[in-house]
Antibody, heavy 121, light 110 residues
């Protein structure tokens, strides 16, 4: 069974840092591209970042470029999101999501349960 | 404000059909595939449609997708109360280097 479990969320002050983790199991993690998607309270989905299976290709949304860093450790079946210079508007539930293999669209077939990041003083 | 435009809400009676539109531009929908998601309250999104009109295994054929030019449409037939949810369209943006979602549409089954 495919499972994605996020951790690392919590309350942080503006300007602070946080590192999210996503533990993957039940599939060959090293073969799949992965993404982070967030959802502010009561709002819609916002794509945050993408990393290819070998980490050779990485993309970021303009809203987080220069502040967030996506990475992965295929030996540990884990995906990470290092978030620096956090702002109030980064408050959201953060989901890790697996790319749907072979799709050409923004298609994510498995999602974690999400981890809440709250940026507030 | 989202790059892709969806109606905030739609409604229909049980058993009826509903369509949800997603409008973009040549820099996103016009040159890329579209996907659709269903998000039930308090849960993670679920992939319904990928590559414009394909359903992952396990998604009933009551759900369908189409694309024309810079717009896409999700269709749901035989509406059930369990279909009440928020629905989102998504696609890659210009240069395939950034993903974009629509603002979401809340479906009410009356």
């Amino acid at each position: 069974e495919v499972q994605l479990v996020e951790s690392g969320g919590g309350l942080v002050q503006p300007g602070g840092s946080l590192r999210l983790s996503c533990a993957a199991s039940g599939f060959m993690f090293s073969s799949y591209s992965m993404n982070w998607v967030r959802q502010a309270p009561g709002k819609g989905l916002e794509w945050v970042s993408y990393i290819s299976s070998s980490s050779s290709t990485i993309y970021y949304a303009d809203s987080v470029k220069g502040r967030f860093t996506i990475s992965r450790d295929n030996a540990k079946n884990s995906l990470y999101l290092q978030m620096n210079s956090l702002r109030d508007e980064d408050t959201a539930v953060y989901y890790c999501a697996r790319d749907y293999y072979g799709s050409g669209s923004l298609a994510f077939d498995y999602w974690g349960q999400g981890t809440l990041v709250t940026v507030s003083s | 404000q989202s790059v892709l435009t969806q109606p905030p809400s739609v409604s229909a009676a049980p058993g009826q059909k509903v369509t949800i539109s997603c409008s973009g531009s040549s820099s996103n929908i016009g040159n890329n595939y579209v996907s659709w998601y269903q998000q039930l309250p308090g849960t993670a999104p679920k992939l319904l449609i990928y590559d414009n009109n394909n359903r992952p295994s396990g998604i009933p054929d009551r759900f369908s997708g189409s694309k024309s030019g810079t717009s896409a449409t999700l269709g749901i037939t035989g509406l059930q109360t369990g279909d009440e949810a928020n629905y989102y369209c998504g696609t890659w943006g210009s240069s395939l280097s950034a993903g974009v979602f629509g603002g979401g549409t809340k479906l009410t089954v009356l």
